[in-house]
Protein backbone atom coordinates (compact mmCIF):
# COMPACT_ATOMS: atom_id res chain seq x y z
CA UNK A 1 0.00 0.00 0.00
CA UNK A 2 1.60 3.14 -1.08
CA UNK A 3 2.09 5.96 1.80
CA UNK A 4 -0.66 8.15 0.58
CA UNK A 5 -3.07 5.56 0.13
CA UNK A 6 -1.95 4.18 3.85
CA UNK A 7 -2.73 7.72 5.11
CA UNK A 8 -6.58 7.65 3.86
CA UNK A 9 -6.88 4.40 5.15
CA UNK A 10 -5.48 5.65 8.42
CA UNK A 11 -8.15 8.81 8.34
CA UNK A 12 -10.98 6.94 7.31
CA UNK A 13 -10.57 4.71 10.32
CA UNK A 14 -10.22 7.31 12.38
CA UNK A 15 -12.92 8.86 11.21
CA UNK A 16 -15.11 5.70 11.53
CA UNK A 17 -13.73 5.11 15.39
CA UNK A 18 -14.39 8.91 16.19
CA UNK A 19 -17.97 8.20 14.51
CA UNK A 20 -18.37 5.10 16.89
CA UNK A 21 -17.23 6.91 20.08
CA UNK A 22 -19.62 9.58 19.37
CA UNK A 23 -22.73 7.97 18.41
CA UNK A 24 -25.32 8.62 21.18
CA UNK A 25 -26.95 5.06 21.13
CA UNK A 26 -23.78 4.13 21.96
CA UNK A 27 -23.46 6.47 25.08
CA UNK A 28 -26.94 4.81 26.24
CA UNK A 29 -25.95 1.45 25.85
CA UNK A 30 -22.88 2.60 28.72
CA UNK A 31 -25.54 4.57 30.98
CA UNK A 32 -27.55 0.72 30.46
CA UNK A 33 -24.90 -1.64 31.61
CA UNK A 34 -23.82 0.97 34.75
CA UNK A 35 -27.58 0.72 35.77
CA UNK A 36 -28.51 4.33 34.50
CA UNK A 37 -31.62 5.09 32.80
CA UNK A 38 -30.20 6.58 29.54
CA UNK A 39 -33.52 8.43 29.34
CA UNK A 40 -32.66 10.91 32.43
CA UNK A 41 -30.32 13.24 30.09
CA UNK A 42 -28.55 12.64 26.80
CA UNK A 43 -25.56 14.84 27.90
CA UNK A 44 -24.73 12.68 31.50
CA UNK A 45 -22.38 10.80 29.79
CA UNK A 46 -19.85 13.36 27.87
CA UNK A 47 -20.25 15.22 30.71
CA UNK A 48 -19.45 13.56 33.42
CA UNK A 49 -17.21 11.53 32.17
CA UNK A 50 -15.03 14.33 30.75
CA UNK A 51 -15.28 16.66 34.04
CA UNK A 52 -14.50 13.12 35.87
CA UNK A 53 -10.89 12.42 33.65
CA UNK A 54 -10.16 16.15 33.74
CA UNK A 55 -9.79 17.45 36.96
CA UNK A 56 -10.26 21.03 36.88
CA UNK A 57 -11.73 21.25 33.96
CA UNK A 58 -13.74 24.42 33.08
CA UNK A 59 -17.09 24.76 31.18
CA UNK A 60 -15.16 26.90 28.42
CA UNK A 61 -13.29 24.00 27.99
CA UNK A 62 -16.19 21.53 28.10
CA UNK A 63 -18.10 22.94 25.66
CA UNK A 64 -15.25 23.23 23.08
CA UNK A 65 -14.31 19.41 23.66
CA UNK A 66 -18.72 19.15 23.02
CA UNK A 67 -18.83 21.44 20.64
CA UNK A 68 -21.47 23.55 21.88
CA UNK A 69 -21.66 27.08 22.78
CA UNK A 70 -20.67 28.37 26.49
CA UNK A 71 -24.03 28.97 27.57
CA UNK A 72 -25.78 25.86 26.71
CA UNK A 73 -23.06 24.08 28.15
CA UNK A 74 -23.88 26.24 31.78
CA UNK A 75 -27.33 25.34 31.11
CA UNK A 76 -26.57 21.61 31.53
CA UNK A 77 -23.61 22.15 33.98
CA UNK A 78 -26.52 24.38 36.83
CA UNK A 79 -28.97 21.47 35.69
CA UNK A 80 -26.00 18.77 37.10
CA UNK A 81 -25.74 20.93 39.92
CA UNK A 82 -29.10 21.10 40.75
CA UNK A 83 -28.94 17.23 40.53
CA UNK A 84 -25.50 16.62 42.57
CA UNK A 85 -23.24 15.28 40.76
CA UNK A 86 -20.98 18.62 39.23
CA UNK A 87 -19.77 21.50 41.78
CA UNK A 88 -18.04 24.60 40.21
CA UNK A 89 -16.03 26.86 41.45
CA UNK A 90 -14.26 29.81 40.56
CA UNK A 91 -10.56 29.32 38.99
CA UNK A 92 -7.90 30.02 41.09
CA UNK A 93 -6.07 32.31 38.01
CA UNK A 94 -9.25 34.05 36.66
CA UNK A 95 -11.96 34.20 39.03
CA UNK A 96 -14.66 35.14 35.97
CA UNK A 97 -13.60 31.52 35.02
CA UNK A 98 -15.74 28.24 36.79
CA UNK A 99 -13.64 25.00 37.26
CA UNK A 100 -15.96 21.80 37.18
CA UNK A 101 -15.81 18.94 39.29
CA UNK A 102 -17.91 15.63 40.52
CA UNK A 103 -19.68 16.14 43.66
CA UNK A 104 -19.41 12.30 45.67
CA UNK A 105 -23.10 11.62 43.69
CA UNK A 106 -21.30 12.56 40.59
CA UNK A 107 -17.93 10.46 41.24
CA UNK A 108 -20.30 7.37 41.92
CA UNK A 109 -22.02 7.66 38.60
CA UNK A 110 -18.30 7.98 36.89
CA UNK A 111 -17.14 5.43 38.46
CA UNK A 112 -19.86 2.81 37.56
CA UNK A 113 -19.78 4.43 34.01
CA UNK A 114 -15.90 3.34 34.17
CA UNK A 115 -17.09 0.36 35.47
CA UNK A 116 -19.64 -0.66 32.51
CA UNK A 117 -16.68 0.91 29.89
CA UNK A 118 -14.35 -1.58 31.02
CA UNK A 119 -16.17 -4.20 31.32
CA UNK A 120 -17.66 -4.04 27.48
CA UNK A 121 -13.96 -2.84 26.71
CA UNK A 122 -12.42 -6.28 28.04
CA UNK A 123 -15.21 -8.14 26.09
CA UNK A 124 -14.63 -6.63 23.05
CA UNK A 125 -10.75 -7.65 22.95
CA UNK A 126 -11.53 -10.56 24.94
CA UNK A 127 -10.25 -12.15 21.04
CA UNK A 128 -6.81 -10.22 20.66
CA UNK A 129 -3.87 -11.33 22.14
CA UNK A 130 -1.43 -9.39 24.46
CA UNK A 131 0.81 -8.40 21.55
CA UNK A 132 -2.19 -7.05 19.82
CA UNK A 133 -3.25 -4.75 22.61
CA UNK A 134 0.03 -3.41 23.14
CA UNK A 135 -0.23 -2.77 19.16
CA UNK A 136 -3.17 -1.24 19.53
CA UNK A 137 -2.15 0.92 22.46
CA UNK A 138 1.20 2.14 21.30
CA UNK A 139 -0.54 3.14 18.30
CA UNK A 140 -3.05 5.24 19.96
CA UNK A 141 -0.44 6.80 22.12
CA UNK A 142 1.66 7.57 19.32
CA UNK A 143 -1.09 9.14 17.52
CA UNK A 144 -1.59 11.31 20.61
CA UNK A 145 1.44 12.68 20.64
CA UNK A 146 1.42 13.52 17.26
CA UNK A 147 -1.86 15.21 17.99
CA UNK A 148 -0.53 17.08 21.21
Known amino acids: MSSMNMKNDIFENLFHLVNFLNAPENDADLLKLAGIDPKKDKHLLPVIVRVGMQPSLTVGQLA ?73 SDSIRLLNQLIS
Request: hydrophobic share 30%.
Open 64 to 136: EQLGRDHSSVSRQIAKFEGLSLIGTRPSRQDKRVRELSLTKSGQAIFERIEKARSDKMNTLFSELSESQLAQI
